[in-house]
């Protein structure tokens, strides 16, 4: 039987909508679940997807993607590429498979609410392959690590993680039931799909993949580009309804949901890919810094993309692209330092090499995080490792919840952001965290962070040992440096020269 | 007499910190507390120099015999503990 070609039959099937007739509109559309801009159907019809792909297509590109990756792994499942990678580097993957993998999972439901609950018949047929993609990623994301279990136990967090209270999860669960569980339809698009996967995605998937590449892990290289390929296609869902709301007078509405995505994103990845990029990856592995990658990748993207759509960059742009130089290094330091609570090991990635090339990257950096190190490495060197480790917990900021940290040293300029909501004291870690809170306070002000669990007495013992079981953190799976400390042998020996000389 | 949390900014150092003290604890108790979990660790001793104890976005050092009973904190509240040089 001859087949029609795509352009032939594909408008119309894509513009395919239903004229309820048995059930009102709103009815087969809750605002709660479809959203609530006061657009009727007809305006949603204008949606207009420029990724354009058949169901028949995307089967067929999906099995060949699938294929390659499965490939590399196969091949390389013997290579011990594993085992003989750098410390710093299986801390790496380790992060990146707990932080990602089951949220992936979970953006199935955000895609399938677009599905389901959108009134643009274009988003939903997107959405459609978006959700399958989600559930792609989600397995071969828990498949992949799965043969390093028996390796190693921190390797049984890519599918633990989102099971625990462990605080960099909670962070992490909080921004993603913030922007993709708890949204209608159309915000999941700008929120999910726009504002996060078109920047802050390309970086972990593509940027990563690059030091994966350089740093011999040709699965993982592999694994993450064939993700990146479905997530540059279903990311492109959000631009065509931001223009709808545009066209129809919402753009305040629209921006403001963009402000706050973007902004969300920024600060988790802070604590995520900074640290990956600028001490875990070694340094000879290292394609370039976290800043200039959010440069090429996000800074320059973004900025395109929302001025071709006709939105205007954030408010906070400016000091967005001041923090680009000093958030992470905090979050560096910050989970260095309370190392046991997370299920990686975090790798110091501050010998004198080390140390050049941040200086080099961030000038300024020995006279602020390096003053900092400077104490921590005398600690290490004396074999004063009590003191190498914290007493008690960081202050969490009630928006990203992580760390409320800033530049320390002689630029020292750390700040609390506080606000007081109905009799109760809140903690943010910036304007930008405490203005997202003050925009829908209901919406956050019930949430507890790990710092209000701790007081409430939700955490038995009040100490670490209760605070690791609170975790879920169990022995094999704590944390600590990466590389045992013999990062520290060559201040050992500076030392002894200097003793001699 | 009872248990009172603070937020810790120490000065030199890059994150804030829970702090917890006591209710009759004086400014100078105060400072000492919050030192513990950041000079040594993370910030250097300044022999000869002390610590004074302020509200975050004030100028003014709290008196050093001051109770946090006295202060007028909220509970969880930052303050910031500054190095004093000595005066001549």
């Known amino acids: 039987m001859a087949l029609l070609t795509r352009m032939d039959w594909y408008d119309i099937a894509r513009k395919t909508n239903w004229s309820p007739t048995y059930v009102t509109e709103s009815e087969l559309f809750p605002a709660e679940l479809a959203g609530d801009y006061g657009l009727p159907q007809t305006a949603w019809e204008q949606y207009d997807e420029p990724y354009k792909q058949t169901y028949p297509e995307y089967v067929k590109i999906q099995r060949e993607k699938d294929a390659g990756a499965y490939s590399v792994k196969g091949a390389l499942e013997r290579s011990k590429i594993f085992e003989n990678s750098d410390p710093g580097w299986k801390s790496v993957i380790k992060a990146h498979y707990g932080a990602i993998s089951r949220a992936e999972y979970a953006a199935a439901s955000a895609e399938a609410r677009m599905v389901r609950f959108s009134k643009a018949p274009g988003m939903r047929n997107m959405a459609t392959m978006g959700t399958l993609d989600e559930v792609r990623h989600g397995q071969i994301q828990l498949y992949f690590p799965h043969e390093h279990v028996s390796k190693d136990r921190q390797m049984d967090w890519a599918f633990k993680a989102y099971d625990t209270n462990e605080w960099a999860i909670i962070a992490a669960r909080h921004f993603f039931d913030d922007i993709m569980m708890t949204r209608d339809a159309i915000s999941v698009s700008i929120m999910l799909t726009f504002s996060f996967e078109t920047g802050f995605t ?82 000879e592995h290292r394609k370039q810094s976290f800043k200039e990658f959010m440069e090429e990748w996000i800074v320059a993207q973004f900025e395109r993309a929302l001025t071709d759509l006709g939105l205007d960059l954030p408010w906070y742009w400016d000091h967005f692209l001041e923090e680009l130089s000093q958030q992470h290094h905090g979050m560096h330091l910050g989970i260095w330092f309370w190392r046991p609570t997370v299920w990686w090991n975090p790798a110091a990635g501050v010998t004198p090499v080390e140390r050049d090339w941040l200086e080099e990257k961030y000038p300024g950096w020995n006279d602020t995080w390096g003053q900092c190190w400077d104490v921590i490495i005398d600690n290490v060197v004396d074999g004063n490792m009590a003191m190498t480790y914290p007493e008690t917990l960081p202050m969490v900021c009630n928006m990203s919840n992580l760390p409320i940290n800033y530049t320390p040293g002689k630029q020292w300029n750390v700040k609390d952001f506080p606000l007081e909501y109905k009799g109760r004291l809140y903690h943010f870690g910036s304007e930008q965290d405490r203005w997202c809170f003050e925009q829908e306070p209901e919406r956050y002000a019930g949430h507890l962070s790990l710092v209000d ?19 879920s ?20 020996a500076m030392r002894e020269i200097k003793k001699a000389s | 007499m009872a248990l009172f949390p603070l937020s810790s900014n120490f000065e030199g150092d890059f994150v804030l910190q829970l702090l917890p003290v006591d209710t009759e604890n004086t400014m100078d108790e105060v400072a000492a507390a919050a030192a513990h979990h950041s000079v040594g660790r993370r910030v250097r001793a300044r022999p000869g120099q002390i610590l004074r104890v302020r509200k975050q976005g004030s100028e003014d050092f709290l008196p050093r015999t001051m109770k946090v009973a006295d202060a007028g904190f909220k509970p969880t509240e930052t303050i910031e503990i500054v190095w004093e040089a000595p005066k001549h």
């Open chain 1, 202 to 283: 390309n970086m972990q998937f593509l940027g990563l993949a690059a030091d994966a590449a350089e740093a011999g892990d040709h699965t993982f290289a592999s694994l993450i580009s064939s993700i990146q390929t479905d997530e540059s296609r279903h990311a492109q869902i959000g631009g065509p309804a931001l223009q709808v709301l545009i066209q129809n007078g919402k753009k305040a509405e629209a921006q403001k949901k963009v402000d706050i995505a973007f902004w969300r994103a920024w600060k988790l990845f802070s604590a995520l890919t900074g640290p990956m990029m600028d001490y875990y990856t070694p340094i």
């Open chain 1, 453 to 471: 669990r701790f007081l409430a007495g939700m955490i038995q013992p009040m100490d670490l040992g209760g605070a690791l079981n609170f975790m």
């Open chain 1, 473 to 492: 953190l169990a022995p094999g799976e704590i944390g600590d440096d990466a590389h045992n400390y013999a990062w520290a042998d060559v201040y050992k």
